[in-house]
């Protein structure tokens, strides 16, 4: 399988798709100790990126 990166746009059909990629990241057990803690953490992570400059981690 070819390995291609996000930065790159792709092709469907004749149309140029350019995709983005955000992750928002919560350790464990820094950022909480129970599946809904680190996924809370986890969605704020991921908002700030969002609400930064996104594209990022």
Do not use: C, W
């Not at 746009?9 to 990629?21: A, F, H, Y």
């Not at 986890?42 to 930064?52: F, I, M, P, S």
Request: charged share 20%; net charge positive; proline share 4%.
């Amino acid at each position: 399988m070819m390995k291609r990166s996000f930065s790159q746009p792709i092709t469907i059909e004749g149309k140029s798709l350019n995709l983005g990629v955000s992750i928002g990241i919560a350790l464990y057990p820094q950022h909480g100790q129970t599946e809904n803690k680190l996924l809370n953490h986890a969605d704020e992570a991921l908002y700030k990126v969002k609400t930064n400059n996104k594209n990022g981690v």
